[in-house]
């Protein structure tokens, strides 16, 4: 699947990745943007891997394309431990991303260009074959050391909240307001 789109104003996007799938999402256009605390910029992608969290935000126009790969296309969902990997910001040398991008406008105008449903099919399996394996030489790349330094600290949310019930359920002489 590929989505193409341009925000006008601010962008907040909060979501998940299904168990069976990984995404991408590449910003073409705009002032680069945190995903998960991690700058989004004009030379990376955020790889979102099955059951991934991420949450996009930012002011101003910008435009991107995201990108759906069912996990049966790729042999890819675990990493070396054999745990999924989180999402993150993986930098991605400059001709596999100019090749990503020209592939992910291709796929977006092959929609609007009204071409006959014969042609479109068989137009839509060579469109997807390039996509997926440019996506599969993108995951190539981020296991090797190509991912941006973190300059945030990652955040384990379910420990965030364990430990906020505990210090909740723990203290009697406190009053909690919402």
Not at 12 to 26: F, I, K, S
């Amino acid at each position: 699947h590929v989505q193409h789109a341009v925000e006008g104003s601010g962008l907040l996007t909060r979501a998940a990745v299904t168990a069976d799938g990984w995404g991408l999402y590449l910003q073409v256009a705009g002032d680069p943007i945190p995903m998960n605390g991690k700058g989004l910029s004009h030379d990376a992608v955020a790889l979102l891997p099955p059951r991934s969290e991420f949450c996009f935000s930012g002011q101003g126009k910008v435009e991107w394309y995201s990108l759906y790969v069912p996990s049966a296309l790729i042999d890819a969902t675990c990493d070396a431990s054999g745990q999924v990997p989180a999402a993150d910001v993986v930098a991605i040398p400059r001709d596999l991303l100019r090749r990503l991008t020209a592939e992910l406008r291709v796929a977006s105008n092959s929609l609007e260009d009204g071409v006959p449903l014969d042609q479109a099919i068989r137009a839509q399996a060579a469109i997807e074959g390039r996509l997926v394996s440019t996506f599969i030489q993108i995951l190539d790349e981020s296991t090797q050391g190509h991912s941006l330094p973190n300059h945030k600290t990652s955040i384990d949310r379910q420990r965030v909240i364990s430990t906020v019930i505990e210090l909740v359920t723990d203290s009697d002489d406190c009053a909690y307001t919402v």
